[in-house]
């Protein structure tokens, strides 16, 4: 069975910085692409930015130029570094990796979410 942990969230002022983790654990063949999402309260979940296996990234344009993110393959991780934060970014994060458990069985996985509040 594959896990995602995260960890990282809490509570900063505007315009601070925090940075997320997320470590895949389990039964893992290879790790597609992984990516954090977040969902504030009445409002649908959404992409925040997104890692492939290569490298490449993307990111929603609300944090084009505050948000980071990047993943280190040997640890099975990805992380989110955000500066700049703004009361807007408050929101529960989800990592999200598409892993393969062996050659054959690809699944998307979720981590279990983690509070990101931030203070005007």
């Known amino acids: 069975q594959v896990q995602l942990v995260e960890s990282g969230g809490g509570l900063v002022q505007a315009g601070g910085s925090l940075r997320l983790s997320c470590a895949a654990s389990g039964t893992i063949f290879s790790i597609n692409a992984m990516g954090w999402y977040r969902q504030a309260p009445g409002k649908q979940r959404e992409l925040v930015a997104a890692i492939t296996g290569g490298g490449r990234t993307k990111y929603a344009d609300s944090v084009k130029g505050r948000f980071t993110i990047s993943r280190d393959n040997a640890k099975k991780s990805v992380y989110l570094q955000m500066n700049s934060l703004k009361p807007e970014d408050t929101a529960v994060y989800y990592c999200?990796?598409?892993?393969?458990?062996?050659?054959?069985?690809?699944?998307?996985?979720w981590g279990q979410g983690t509070q990101v509040t931030v203070s005007s």
């Open positions: 999200n990796a598409n892993i393969a458990s062996s050659r054959y069985n690809v699944n998307d996985y």
